[in-house]
Every structure is written in C-alpha cells, then in structure tokens.
C-alpha cells in the first residue's frame, strides 16, 4: 500500500504564499503595493534558494518554507536541547543516539549550537513505502 506524505500526521505542509490576493493590488495603498512587492519578491527569492537545496541535495537546517518535512525523521527542539547541553559539557552520546535513529544534525561549533536537520517529506519517503507512516486525524466539527 502507498503512504501519501500529506495524509501522515508526521508532514508538516508549509503554508501556500501570505499574499495570496495580494497581487490585484485593489484596496492597496502605493505603500502597501510597494510592500506587497517586496515581500513577493523575498518569497520568490527563498522559494528559488530552497529549490537549488533541493536540487542538489543539501541539508535544510531550517524549517522548509516550501517543501513538505516530516517531524518522524527530524529531530525536536527538546532533543536538540538535550544533545546541545550533553555535547557543552563533552558528552557526545545524544548525538550518538540521534544518528544511530536516524536523525541528523549539523554541528555548529563556532556558535556552539546544534542544528536539526529537516527531513524533507520527497527525500525520506519518494516511493510511498515510508514505514513511520501514521494517518493523519481529521478534526470533525460534527
């Protein structure tokens, strides 16, 4: 049986663009235009960045604005926490257990921090076959 992504509760599906409408420029002010502009040309920019990540197979150490990630195959703030206190005090083993679940992180020692890696949904799951799939619950206002 296939695993669609989007109906696990596991996907995180960014939001589609905030300016959705936006684009008419009706009701808006020049200033408003202007800043409707600008941030549409910011998104476009990132959108392209992350599409180059992509395509070339980099690591996302921060949350995809574009791409659907899965929270089963990143780590939580709690365990990075966890693993930026054990390796400040020189203690690599929360490390070693993050990888050995297959969870990534990237060190960033000049910082002194420890970044998750955001498993993007394509990537962890690009035949459907994902074994941590869960279905995702529908809220019912009935």
Known sequence: M????????FCNIPLPGRLVGAASGTGLSPGQLEAAR????????R????????????????????????SAFTPSK???AEAT????LGDTTKLLELEATGLDVIIDAPNGKVKPVYALCARKNPNGECGLFQTREVASDL
């Open 38 to 45: 600008e941030l549409m040309q910011f998104e476009t920019e």
């Open 47 to 70: 959108r392209n960045d992350e599409n180059r990540r992509v395509e070339n197979n980099y690591k996302f150490d921060y949350e995809p604005q574009f791409f659907p990630w899965c």
């Open 78 to 80: 709690e365990q990075i």
């Open 85 to 88: 206190r054990q390796l400040m």
């Open 2 to 9: 296939k695993h669609l992504c989007p109906a696990c509760q």
